[in-house]
T-cell receptor
């Protein structure tokens, strides 16, 4: 079964610094991968997704992620953190050859809380 | 824009009560999902539905049931609420296509006393 590991439950950066949130997946076949963001007391919002096209994926709010098959990673980055980026971030995986039985199920990582200091 | 709505943002119930959480989506999505979210555990799938009246257990179905009588509505039922079901509950929907992402509702924070 596919799984996702997010390294670091909490990440703290200064405003203007690089944001790097780590995600590794386990799958024998490269899956579809997603990053979601959750602001306090809200549901999850899609940041970006990898669906086997370009390995460098650009998302909303200046975030991007690079799919690296050799490292089974899909790390999320942003060159310059903003105070409004403070939130919890979730990486999720869906098997590529889901066929007719997965029904779009996702497996989520444990989440990484990003704190941005002034 | 896809919209997923949940009937309550906050809910307080007593142990042993029957609890209904309602979710409605307006984009004609085939798939709907119920998750619970707890600190440090991420999102865990309780149940999902891929069509009207069709449902399948997720990873943690014990103590829960679901109902999907109409395509746009997916209900989560706690037959006899217990304190360990205090959590944030998130509903999501998606198309049947493999590339489609899930769209989430705002969540219901349930407290069982």
């Amino acid at each position: 079964a596919q799984s996702v590991t997010q390294l670091g439950s909490h990440v703290s950066v200064s405003e203007g610094a690089l944001v790097l949130l780590r995600c590794n997946y386990s799958s024998s076949v490269p899956p579809y991968l997603f990053w979601y963001v959750q602001y306090p007391n809200q549901g999850l919002q899609l940041l970006l997704k990898y669906t086997s096209a370009a390995t460098l994926v650009k998302g909303i709010n200046g975030f991007e992620a690079e799919f690296k098959k050799s490292e089974t990673s899909f790390h999320l980055t942003k060159p310059s953190a903003h105070m409004s980026d403070a939130a919890e971030y979730f990486c999720a995986v869906r098997p590529l050859n889901a066929g007719g039985t997965s029904y779009g199920k996702l497996t989520f990582g444990q989440g990484t809380i990003l704190t941005v200091h002034p | 824009d896809v919209k997923v709505t949940q009937s309550s943002r906050y809910l307080v119930k007593r142990t042993g009560e029957k609890v209904f959480l309602e979710c409605v989506q307006d984009m004609d999505h085939e798939n709907m999902f119920w998750y619970r979210q707890d600190p440090g555990l991420g999102l865990r799938l309780i149940y999902f539905s891929y069509d009207v009246k069709m449902k399948e257990k997720g990873d943690i179905p014990e103590g829960y049931s679901v109902s999907r009588e109409k395509k746009e509505r997916f209900s989560l039922i706690l037959e006899s609420a217990s304190t360990n079901q205090t959590s944030m509950y998130l509903c999501a929907s998606s198309t049947s296509g493999r590339r489609g992402e899930q769209f989430f509702g705002p969540g219901t924070r349930l407290t069982v006393l």
